[in-house]
């Protein structure tokens, strides 16, 4: 009988980690970013193709995530970039997300905190932006703990 049990206790932890794992919705979408030098934690989802291609073109108040996929590893340490906001609640928050890129041009790879260091560093033709049609549902959860 314990054999039994242990085996379809054994079957539902594979199946709820499977479904768990597949699925970016809830605690699975959560991730760091940066926001004026501190550090967050973030829920977000990408939309649906045809979602995103509505909201670019009809929502002219979507924030920003700075994102850097070229960069993963490449940081000191063997870091990946950490994703840098330009918006929390109280702070012209949208919860609608447009993923631009940021590629390294005359400097290292490094660790921006704050979209205001990114746009200094773009003025500076240190890095270039390539806003992406990616958009994303994201939102603040509060200061990473």
Known sequence: MMARLVGVLAVF??????????????VAGSMPAYYDGTLFTINFMELPSGGEAANLGHNGSINTIYMCDACEGTLPGGA???????????????????????????????QFTSDNDIIAAANAGQITLTPTTEVYRCSVLGPKK
């Open 13 to 26: 932890a594979l199946l709820g980690g499977t479904a768990w794992a597949g699925s970016m919705n809830g």
């Open 80 to 110: 990946s970039f950490v994703s840098v906001i330009d918006a929390i609640q109280g702070d012209g928050f949208n919860p609608l997300w447009q993923e631009v890129q940021i590629g390294f041009n005359s400097i290292a790879p490094q």
